[in-house]
């Protein structure tokens, strides 16, 4: 059975996690599928956004524990899995994690790093490492930018699992919604995106991912550039004479 499966329909590229047999758990054939996928869908000038979503009842739930060889998966999936979180945050293109079932550990990472993840509402979240003997550690480069200082500390060391109700409350995700209305949610997500200009929505993400790190000054001086070189740029052209026609902009068409 492949790994993750890919298909693309209208500028949407879908990555499915597909091993519901081992629960989604982060696999090395997992993750080095799941990798392949992402970066086909960025390279792919006709995909304009990437949902994440899975097979089977568990979203992922975090890392195989079955892999065989202990050591090997404590330093070369490490690695592999810190690369994909990074893949995905620096995305050009938006990421939407379609979580239709439970997470844990790592599969917690997953659905915190993309950059707008709606989970059914029966769905469970848990960092649950500490009960394993380990620790969240990896995935708090993406969950504690989300979480307050007081959330981090009860999720992280109670380590129990908690409702897709709570996680959007405590911002790890999006939105927690009923089963039936899932599909609607993210169709509605994905319209917005899809009318947002490819260059403006990948200057959106480098503004998230960068501003934060800079001081005042300099977080001034890079995105005053940014903004002329997007003012300056053929797709604003575009989209503003588009607007002033009463016209959809070029790329929603």
Not at 96 to 120: P, Q, T, Y
Not at 214 to 226: H, I, Y
């Amino acid at each position: 059975m492949t790994a993750t499966l890919y298909s693309q329909t209208n500028g949407v590229a879908t990555i499915t996690l597909n091993q519901p047999d081992n629960r989604n758990a982060l696999s090395g054939a997992l993750v080095e599928s799941l990798t392949a996928h992402l970066a086909q869908a960025i390279a792919d000038s006709d995909v304009r956004v990437i949902v994440l979503t899975n097979a089977g009842r568990v979203f992922c739930a975090g890392a195989d524990l079955r892999e065989s060889n202990r050591e090997a998966r404590t330093a070369n999936q490490s690695d592999g899995f810190a690369e994909l979180l990074v893949q995905i945050l620096d995305s050009p293109k938006p990421v939407v994690g379609r979580i239709a079932g439970h997470c844990s550990g790592g599969g917690v990472g997953l659905a915190a790093a993309c950059d707008i993840s709606v989970a059914v509402d029966t769905a469970k979240f848990g960092f649950t490492e500490a009960r394993i003997g380990v620790a969240p550690a990896m995935i708090s480069v993406v969950c504690l930018p989300k979480l307050s200082p007081t959330d981090a500390r009860e999720l992280f060391l109670r380590a129990n699992r908690i409702s897709a109700t709570r996680a959007a409350d405590v911002r790890l995700i999006n939105y927690a919604v009923d089963t039936e209305t899932l599909d609607t949610a993210i169709d509605e997500i994905v319209d917005d995106l899809r009318a947002g200009g490819p260059a403006a929505l990948a200057a959106c993400k480098e503004l998230l991912s960068q501003v934060p790190q800079l001081d005042r000054s300099a977080a001034f001086k890079w995105t005053s550039e940014l903004s002329t070189a997007l003012f300056s740029g053929e797709e604003a052209a575009s989209g503003m004479a588009a607007f002033l026609a009463k016209e959809p902009a070029p790329w929603a068409k």
